[in-house]
């Protein structure tokens, strides 16, 4: 489980491609705002949810298995229960990371997939550390926990085709 600020950066710098499973297409909603923060910052969000064909700009699928790229990380907006199929099929898909966002938790699932060899990150929302690991939330004056009187570099940009 990645747990620590040097894995947690780690993977915010290497995952770049990020499938959203149960993204939602209304703006007032966490996993909206989430996803569109990460986009905003340069990394390629894939929504997967049944009920919408596009989100923020982007086609979504109905589930991981429908995805026809490569993806680095899964991030869950699911319920607990909802994470051991989402688990199997990360796996399937090879994904490099499965991400449970704020609240969820399900420990057998995430020893699947760790057994699995996937980096598993639980109970944490990748908005909010990317911006308290990358100098988001800094700006606003909030103690990030982290101390340093330099900012990390940011993650590289991926280059647009």
């Keep these: 489980m990645v747990d620590d600020i040097d894995g947690l950066r780690r993977v ?8 959203v ?14 996803a569109k923060y990460m986009q ?25 298995l429908d995805i026809p790229e490569k993806v680095d990380m899964v991030d869950c907006f699911r319920k607990a229960e909802d994470i051991p199929p989402l688990v199997e099929d990360a796996i399937a898909i090879g994904a490099r990371t499965l991400w449970l966002q704020l ?21 944490r929302c990748v908005k909010i550390e990317y911006a308290r690991l990358f ?20 993650p590289p940009r991926p280059a647009r085709s």
């Design 12 to 19: 915010l710098a290497e995952d770049r491609v990020i499938a």
């Design 21 to 34: 499973v149960g993204l939602s297409a209304n703006w007032y909603r966490p996993s909206y705002f989430a």
């Design 40 to 64: 905003e910052r340069g990394y390629k969000v894939i929504p997967v949810n049944p009920a919408y064909r596009e989100v923020l700009g982007e086609k979504c699928y109905p589930s991981l």
């Design 103 to 123: 609240g969820v938790i399900n420990h057998e699932a995430a020893a699947k997939a760790d057994a699995a060899g996937l980096r598993v990150v639980m109970d």
């Design 135 to 154: 100098g988001g939330l800094g700006w606003f004056g909030v103690n990030t926990g982290v101390i340093s009187s330099r900012r990390p570099p940011l």
